[in-house]
């Protein structure tokens, strides 16, 4: 079996990684999970099966490179594996779970669980984090289940585990869920002075104005620079209703104008995509004024989500940000917004202090 540790030198070699002592640091964790679950089981009447390996709890700053991580992991397993955002793996098993107590089941979790662990050896998520009570209340049992019976977690994250779920409601009952994770999985600070995904947008525009053919191929080019052209939709739960981004990948949502601000969305759904996403390509925002009022109120708000969270946007408009809303009522509350705006296009904006 191919080392990650040797992947990743022969792509530091042929250029297209930089080597990096961070990265470089946790490899070994990775390749020991690959090489011990694909161990053979040693099979025998009276032989117990090995424990588990230990997975990976692998948290730092954005951008530092644990999504690439991530995937040079995954394409090395030679088990049964699933790569999937935490976010969309959640609103699968409440989905599931809904479906249980319609057709009657007294104990809805524990099939589903058990349904997943039949299906992967291996689970690797991005970006765990917990924001949703209905999420919080379910996730510890859901993972007992799962290392029971074998089910390996390898996740990223940009928080500590101590802070996962910090300050939500009921939190005590959250708090066994982190001690689960401590217990099965090695946590993993992966410090690193680079952020890979703002060099990536370093020195290239963000804001493309007028909306036409040209700008539409630029957004097309950044989006996929930065996502590798694969994507999947993300689902939100937010107090009950679903927020849907329509593409994402590792950790950046493209979406238009109409999916965030033309539906009934507000504050919270802003604020929950601003905890979700790193980077938002929003295209085709039209100009603002009395005729769409409404939608240019949450456009305000969304660009208010994204500055205070600084989530790096992406974005085409029908014109410059002083020039979007020059008529009706909220021109002169907009110039704020357009402040942003500008404000949110200089090349070291969303860096970390």
């Known amino acids: ?6 992947t990743y030198r022969t792509r530091v070699a042929d250029g297209s990684l930089h080597a990096d002592e961070a990265q470089q640091a946790v490899l070994p964790e990775f390749d020991r ?6 161990r053979p089981a040693k099979k025998g009447l009276f032989r117990k099966a090995p424990p588990p390996p230990k997975g990976l709890y692998l948290w730092g700053g954005v951008g530092r490179g644990k999504s690439m991580l991530m995937d040079l992991f995954v ?3 030679t088990v049964p594996a699933r790569r999937v955002h935490f976010h969309a793996f959640m609103q699968e098993i409440h989905a599931a779970m809904h479906l249980n107590r319609q057709a009657g089941v007294e104990d809805a979790l524990a099939p589903v669980a058990n349904d997943v662990a039949a299906s992967v050896k291996v ?3 991005d970006e765990m984090q917990i924001t949703d009570i209905t999420d919080a209340m379910i996730v510890g049992r859901l993972f007992e289940i799962l290392f029971a019976k074998g089910v390996v977690v390898v996740t990223t994250s940009n928080r500590v585990p101590d802070d996962l779920y910090k300050n939500g409601l009921n939190r005590q009952l959250f708090l066994p869920f982190i001690e689960i994770i401590k217990d099965q ?6 410090i690193s002075p680079r952020d890979y995904r703002q060099d990536r947008l370093k020195g290239a525009p963000v804001y493309f104005s007028p909306i036409n053919d040209a700008s539409r191929q630029k957004i097309r080019e950044v989006w996929e620079h930065l996502s590798g052209g694969e994507s999947e939709k993300l689902v939100l739960k937010v107090k009950g209703r679903d927020v849907e981004l329509p593409e994402f990948r590792n950790g950046v949502a ?3 104008f109409y999916d965030l601000c033309g539906k009934m969305l507000g504050a919270g759904d802003y604020l929950a995509i601003a905890e ?3 980077v938002l390509i929003l295209e085709n925002v039209p100009r603002l004024g009395r005729t769409n009022f409404n939608e240019a109120k949450r456009f305000v708000t969304l660009i208010d989500a994204l500055y205070e969270a600084k989530v790096r946007l992406i974005c085409s408009a029908a014109d410059e940000p002083e020039s979007l809303y020059i008529e009706g009522e909220g021109v002169f509350e907009f110039e704020r917004t357009a402040s942003r705006l500008r404000e949110m296009q200089s090349e070291d904006w969303a860096a970390e202090d």
């Not at 079996?1 to 040797?6: E, L, N």
């Open 123 to 125: 689970l690797a998520f």
């Open 33 to 38: 999970i690959c090489e011990e679950v694909s």
């Open 75 to 77: 394409d090395h397993l």
């Open 254 to 256: 493209r979406a238009s």
């Open 185 to 190: 999985m090695v946590v993993w600070e992966m």
């Open 276 to 278: 979700a996403v790193k």
């Open 1 to 6: 079996m191919t080392r990650i540790q040797d």
